[in-house]
């Protein structure tokens, strides 16, 4: 059943820029939480294929969820855990690092901590992550690009930057350039300060002369895409998980009265059944009803398919 936002629901102090949709609202449950003032960033699955890590700059540490929700600290850095990755072979990598500072390194997440895998030359604020083929992809929201990083060599070259990828304003307090996911021949990211969704060719030799915007006055963070090509979106600051469709139209399956504070990342899992997992902040840049909340892992089954116009 499709319900209506009220107007009020849909307005962000932090950027208004943001279309109000409908909510189609997929069963949502807590898997675990954390104390309020935690901000979880990322999520990705365990080497052993069950288990979630989920990073949290602000207690510098990598968490492992276990299925039945209990968490324990898989790794703990000096330095900001930000995003994070999963490879069936390479295993599970983090970017850590200080924002604003080039002191940031891949480290791979063990049964037993962390491992150090390398340097990453330049980068001041990593961010969303992908692999593409055997490319390594990390949005630099500090430089507001994306590199290509070798792991091998331990270099990180510059591979796209174009001004839809910079913030609208230099003071906001959110990024250009941050989520990353592929499908389908193509590397899809999210412009967060200026409500973009773009791609642009994976195998393209010019990426800034390829890149086209896939949708506008969206406001997302980190998003994953589910392989019929639905897009699935966590808007942080509008508490909400929006699903977007191939053909463009979208539609919130989950908000804030499901536990929806300040959603971070998305991720999919086929096992043991189809469903989405979302990381929240508890709503620390943009507490709904003016608290903040704890933050969560939650997952989203049985996601809808989109009804008859």
């Given amino acids: 059943m499709l319900e209506k936002h009220a107007a009020g629901d849909k307005i962000d102090p932090l950027h208004p820029y943001h279309d109000a949709v409908c909510l189609n609202r997929a069963h949502t ?132 930057q174009h001004p839809l990828l910079t913030t609208v304003d230099a003071q906001s307090p959110l990024p250009g350039i941050n989520g990353l996911d592929t499908h389908g021949g193509w590397v899809l990211m999210s412009s967060s300060d200026r409500g973009m969704i773009l791609r642009v060719p994976a195998a393209g030799t010019q990426p800034a002369a390829d890149l086209e915007v896939l949708a506008e006055r969206l406001v997302g963070d980190d998003f994953a895409v589910a392989p019929d090509g639905r897009i699935f979106i966590a808007t942080h ?35 043991p059944a189809p469903a989405l997992y979302v990381t929240t902040s508890g709503g620390l840049l943009s507490p709904p009803d003016g608290q903040v909340e704890p933050a969560r892992l939650l997952r989203l089954d049985a996601l809808p398919t989109k009804p008859n116009a």
């Fill in 237 to 271: 600051t509008y508490h909400s998980v929006l699903c977007l469709y191939p053909d463009g139209h979208r539609e919130d399956i989950a908000d804030h009265t499901d536990g929806v504070a300040g959603p971070t990342a998305v991720a999919i899992a086929d096992q």
């Fill in 29 to 160: 449950a807590i898997v675990a939480e954390w104390p309020a003032g935690t901000f979880l960033e990322n999520l990705a699955r365990d080497p052993d294929g069950q288990s979630w890590l989920v990073t949290s700059p602000s207690d510098r540490a990598v968490y492992r969820v276990s299925p039945g929700g209990s968490v324990s600290v898989a790794a703990q850095f000096d330095r900001t855990p930000t995003g994070i990755v999963a490879h069936a072979v390479i295993g599970t990598l983090c970017a850590v690092g200080t924002q604003g500072q080039p002191d940031w390194h891949l480290y791979r997440i063990t049964a037993t901590g962390a491992q150090p895998v390398c340097a990453l030359p330049n980068v001041l604020g990593g961010n969303g992550m992908t692999w593409s083929g055997d490319r390594l992809l990390v949005a630099d929201s500090g430089r507001s690009v994306i590199v290509t990083v070798d792991v091998t060599a331990g270099t990180a070259d510059i591979w796209l």
